[in-house]
């Protein structure tokens, strides 16, 4: 069964390792001319001692642009394999009743989807996880240039173990998706919109709940003030950046407020309301108010925790969605649609034993027998015998 998974299976295979291997020329030549842009700009930060500078001409080159649409890509390729080569997997056997010439030659049908699962699936893991290798040595020096860059964002994980529970995932949910509808382009969209919206939603509502971050409450540091200014109505603009603070960090929240409780945008403007006032005046007046910084985080030390426990929440899934998938298949349940499952046979009662003995009849009884008249027979004179 596993030859013959692999030979319906290869085609798919091959195409996919034709275009894994054209991605990866691809990055490979333009991700050495990419390394060799970026030391030049690192020598001459060294020269001229403007790195910022220097690094944002950098990125705005187009590479940085690049590096959003590859990382986008990288998350992108799961769903992408989990459409095209898992949801036909099943539902193309299932819409052409292929599935009726392996059940009856003596493959059951756990085995059956088993050796299709396990092809299937390493090849989709192995692919996935490849290409994010590739995207992220390509996005290296990017990331290097780029001051405010963490890996442990909000956004979905595009390194590290993670892809590899978004590819189970793809893979399993493409399956069940192909083996419930049984139609090959309604199971493919299917998988894509789901896979979508799970890689969408899941950093933005069940990360941030997953480990209780860490809060702080500290005098304001001037160095993490950003921005300062004043709205029309003379109340004070201030903006922060924590990354000079906390580096690494995911941040999730941040606020300003002064010591007894109030915003920052309650305090007047102050030397700050205009751009002709000095920025040392700025920072005086600022530094008067005693403002208190609260900021809701969790640290760079829990990146590696949160990779773990993300990869098992979507690996559990994909076990949920193969389970459901050898649940649908069971013996004793009809698959083909609109056809109920066939009756079990339910043995009737049992017969009660009644022993077996010799029956002798009595020289009387047989002789009373003999002697009696058949109704049959007129009555007559004499004795009947």
Known sequence: MIRFAWTRFRTQAAVGAGVLAIAAIVLLVTGIQLAHAYDAAAAACKQHGNCAGLFNAFLTQGYFTAGKLLGAAGLAVPGLIGMFWRAPLVARELETGTFRLAWTQGVTRTRWLAAK??????????????????????????????????????????????????????????????????????????????????????????????????????????????????????????????ATVLPGAWVISTQVTTPDGRAASSEPAGPCATSSASAQACNDYIGSLHFQQTVTYQPASRYWAFQWVETAIYLALALILAGLCFLRIRPGRSAEPGIPPPPRHRPGPRARKVPVTSFQPSRTRLAGQARRRPKWLPACRGTWS
């Open 117 to 242: 699962l396990a092809i299937a699936g390493a090849a989709a893991i192995a692919a996935g996880e490849l290409f994010t290798l590739m995207v992220n040595w390509w996005s290296s020096p990017i990331h290097k240039a780029n001051a405010g860059y963490t890996a442990f964002t909000s956004g979905s994980f595009q390194s590290g173990v993670a892809p590899v529970g978004y590819a189970a995932f793809a893979f399993a949910l493409g399956v069940t998706a192909g083996l419930l509808i049984r139609r090959t382009l309604p199971a493919m969209a299917v998988t894509l919109a789901i896979f979508t919206a799970v890689i969408i939603a899941f950093p933005i509502w069940v990360r941030p709940h997953l480990i209780p971050p860490v809060r702080t409450t500290s005098a304001l540091s001037l160095a993490s003030v950003a921005v300062t200014g004043g709205t029309s109505d003379g109340h004070l603009i201030l903006t922060t950046n924590t």
